[in-house]
């Protein structure tokens, strides 16, 4: 085949690789970019429903942002729980990954009860959960008033009721992560840790030493995953936290929480639109960081 001819090849593979991509293409840039576009423009714009005037201006819904006390309290919350959920999820989740690929007979059965949370919808969920928090009639304050402990108001107390949406956040996404865990580590050749095992190394060496490095780029998107779900927390705060169980002094309040009420009971489109872009460029930076720390192990070697 002459190099024209593999030249003419290679055009028309690239233009039908480029014909079929395009509905996608073109659906992901109505579903996302285009959205995505719209509220950054809407950012700089006093967008409220009610007045028909929508006028420029600039930077004074950042600005307010920057002075406002329920967005600190949604930011340090948010982060407070995103932090703590991903931190613990993960940290449980990699031990028991570690157990469970022994192969066990119950290890399918181990794998599917940790994974039926992650498959259930959040709403029932946090329904049942928020049953289960009950001060009067919750399992929870039941146990423990049988070991003579007062019962705790877990949603309506400030310094409990945060600390109540991390347990249940981590055991809701402990299934997943551990699932990936499991895969990555079922999935290391044996020869690996035989040869470590013929070198003398223990089992937590062999853990530290082969396991661990080579998990790292799924131990990467754990955490990039799980802090972008944690800091997009709703629907557990708004089904547990609202109501006769709300907190008081808006404890519990989070980032999205507080777009959602600016937005849709305000109607302050673009303070919620200011608001929805500096999460996105936290989560971003976030991001960004993760992946540079991945980049930079100071364990791997040169």
């Known amino acids: 085949m002459t190099a024209a001819r593999r030249f003419l090849t290679k055009r028309r ?13 073109a659906l992901f840039l109505y579903v996302r970019v285009i959205p995505i576009g719209f509220g950054v423009w809407l950012s700089f714009h006093k967008w409220n429903l009610l007045s028909p005037a929508k006028p420029f201006v600039g930077l004074l819904n950042y600005q307010l942002l920057m002075e406002d006390e329920n967005f600190h309290l949604a930011l340090w919350n948010t982060t407070l729980y995103s932090f703590s959920t991903v931190i ?5 989740a990699l031990p028991l990954a570690v157990f469970l690929a022994r192969r066990s007979r119950l290890s399918a059965f181990y794998q599917t009860i940790y994974f039926l949370p992650v498959i259930t919808p959040m709403v029932p969920v ?6 289960i928090y009950d001060y009067n009639y919750g399992i929870l304050n039941y146990g423990l008033g ?7 108001a877990w949603l309506s107390d ?6 109540a949406l991390v347990i249940m956040g981590v055991w809701k996404v402990l299934g997943y992560n551990m699932v990936l865990f499991l895969v990555g580590i079922r999935n290391i050749p044996a020869m690996y840790l035989e040869a470590a095992s013929l070198d003398g190394a223990n089992a937590w060496q062999r ?10 780029p799924i131990l990467l998107y754990v955490l990039v995953t799980s802090t972008i779900n944690a800091y997009n927390v709703f629907t557990q705060v708004y089904v547990m936290t609202l ?23 305000f109607f302050r489109f673009g303070y919620a639109a200011a608001e929805a872009v500096t999460l996105t460029l936290i989560v971003l930076g976030l991001t960004v960081i993760q992946f540079s720390l991945a980049r930079n192990d100071p364990t791997r070697e040169k």
Not at 207 to 216: K, M
């Open 158 to 163: 400030p310094d409990t009721a945060l600390w």
């Open 13 to 25: 593979v690239l233009l039908f690789c480029y014909i079929a991509l395009a509905p996608v293409l």
């Open 88 to 92: 613990l999820s993960t940290a449980i």
């Open 207 to 216: 853990f530290w030493r082969v396991t661990f490095p080579l998990l790292r």
């Open 243 to 265: 109501g006769s169980q709300a907190a008081p002094g808006q404890a519990v309040r989070m980032l999205v929480f507080d777009i959602y009420t600016n937005g849709f009971q």
């Open 146 to 152: 049988l070991v003579g402990i007062k019962s705790v």
């Open 126 to 131: 946090s329904i049942a959960w928020k049953w």
